[in-house]
């Protein structure tokens, strides 16, 4: 990351509202043009799905992806790059979740003209007369210049280790001695675990490492400091007309089978996650009629997807449950359950609201 590179003022738009970006509801002036796609299939993980397509079937519209697999998106795309996969590329892993710093190590050489992203870049930075010496870098000096190789975390680690071993552990001492916050030291103005947020001031805003660093654009509107209840945005407390159109709050998670909408192409992954399906509890089930195993219609104003019914105690009355990950080329409706989800962010961090969402379900006749 480099916000030092972006020029002051350069627009930025979160990737949840890439449908009504780029189907002229936003009314950006200029409106894009152009668009470059890696590490993400936004036609499946993208709400309001019918304008993210919407928009990728513009004319005027130059869309490059570069991926391993012809994804939904990019079937829509002008230029399909070859990406390599981890096992054709170098790269250094922080740990997310855990305590170990990995070094992924090439196993084969890269397949066919497929390059990493890093080398994409490069490439890109040498056609448009880019010069800083960053873009000439080899992947092995990215990864030395971005670890801070004399932090304790990180003491009698190097690159030689990562080399021999594969991995290390960071050194932040065992379960019994490894008490980050016993002394407070909290990332917060304060250095307090705070009851009532001080960052709450400088109002609504989006950590800069989800922004590539950048600071420029927060959404500033005022964030109550203390923590409480708000009713979901689609409920009938809230929008009791919709309500009684669309009763049932759907719920998508990410499948166990698939990672986001990774691997969802593969035949061994969708054996375990079987056909798209939608828990449904046998209250409501039995008011629609709906037995398990039934071919069933999801729907609301915003859209619709199909899915197979599986009636379950899993779930609440009132809450049916469709996970997210399937290809919508590989669905029996040529859509999935982000053409049932709105783009309209959470009042934090302008976080997407997936799980807000009313739907009503009946039989495919």
């Not at 448009?128 to 873009?135: A, H």
Request: proline share 8%; charged share 20%; with cysteine.
């Amino acid at each position: 990351m480099r916000p030092d590179f972006i020029k002051p003022g350069t627009r930025v738009i979160n990737q949840f509202k890439l449908g009504p970006a780029l189907s002229g509801e936003l009314g950006l002036d200029p409106p894009i043009k152009a668009l470059v796609v890696y590490n993400s299939n936004p036609v499946v993980v993208v709400p309001e799905q019918d304008k993210v397509v919407k928009g990728l079937s513009r004319e005027d519209l130059f869309n490059v992806v570069s991926e391993q697999f012809l994804t939904d998106t990019a079937d829509f795309a002008d230029i399909v790059l070859p990406a390599t996969t981890q096992l054709e590329q170098f790269d250094l892993m922080f740990s997310w979740g855990h305590l170990y710093l990995t070094l992924n190590q090439p196993a084969i050489a890269p397949l066919g003209e497929a390059v990493p992203n890093t080398e994409l870049f490069r490439r890109l930075a040498a056609s448009m007369g880019l010069e800083d010496e960053c873009f000439r870098h080899s992947d092995e000096q990215i990864a030395l210049e971005a670890m801070d190789w004399t932090a304790p975390a990180l003491q009698g680690i190097d690159m030689e280790l990562l080399r021999r071993e594969g991995y290390a552990r960071l050194k932040l001492g065992t379960p019994d001695t490894y008490a980050p916050h016993a002394e407070g030291n909290f990332p917060t103005p304060s250095g307090k675990c705070e009851f009532v947020a001080s960052m709450a001031a400088g109002g609504n805003f989006v950590l800069p490492l989800f922004r590539q660093g950048s600071t420029e654009f927060q959404p500033g509107e005022p964030v109550d400091p203390v923590p409480h209840y708000i009713p979901p945005r689609e409920s009938p407390q809230t929008n009791p007309a919709k309500a009684k159109h669309y009763p049932l709050n759907l719920l998508s998670p990410k499948s166990h089978a698939f990672l986001n909408s990774g691997y969802g192409n593969l035949s061994a992954q969708q054996r375990v996650a079987g056909e798209q399906h939608l828990t449904i509890h046998p209250e409501d089930a039995n008011k629609r009629g709906i037995t398990d195993g039934h071919l069933v219609h999801i729907f609301n104003d915003r859209g619709s997807f199909q899915a197979v019914a599986r009636v379950s105690e899993r779930t609440m009355p009132g809450v049916v449950v469709a996970p997210l990950g399937y290809w919508r080329k590989l669905s029996r409706s040529a859509s999935t359950v982000n053409m049932v989800n709105s783009s309209i962010l959470a009042d934090l961090g302008n976080a997407p609201t997936f799980s807000d969402t009313l739907v009503e379900v009946a039989i495919v006749e």
